[in-house]
């Protein structure tokens, strides 16, 4: 399948939301770890609200990746890896992101495997990952010639 054009709404839809469900977490920043393990709804909320902003990551790296016409991803964690490779996101940034990436397909896949000191490291050391990895889109989206060509 050939180079599509890229849809810069899709983009923005997807980092608004991401935008919502960091706000929507913020306040779980400064949870103890053991109130975080006294609470199955905190848990819930956070590991779910985690696992859509990790999506809102994957789905717009996924439309980047097929609509740039860059190669194709072996796995969600390589969307991040892609991206790294054509000059979208830094190193640390794909890294940061390919980590989170693996942190949802556990709580996808292996729910019973979540390590509530991982969830409490993200909430209080790694938020600000999803937060570099929307500014850096935004950035390439923003200054590259092949996105500026299809305008």
Do not use: W
Not at 41 to 57: G, H, I, M, N, Y
């Amino acid at each position: 399948m050939g180079k599509q054009t890229l849809d810069r709404e899709i983009i923005d839809s997807k980092l608004r939301f991401l935008k919502e469900y960091l706000t929507d977490i913020e306040d779980y920043e400064t949870i103890s770890l053991n109130d975080y393990r006294q609470s199955k709804k905190d848990q819930r909320f956070v590991e779910r609200t985690l696992q859509l902003a990790c999506e809102s990551c994957l789905d717009a790296a996924a439309h980047l990746v097929s609509r740039l016409g860059f190669r194709e991803a072996r796995d969600n964690k390589d969307l991040f890896v892609i991206l790294f490779e054509n000059g979208v996101l830094s190193e640390s940034t794909s890294q940061a992101m390919v980590k989170m990436s693996k942190f949802r397909n556990i709580v996808v896949h292996d729910y019973a495997r979540i390590d509530p000191e991982i969830v409490i490291g993200i909430l209080k050391k790694d938020l600000k990952d999803f937060t570099a990895f929307a500014s850096e889109i935004i950035r390439f989206l923003d200054t590259d010639a092949r996105i500026n060509q299809q305008k």
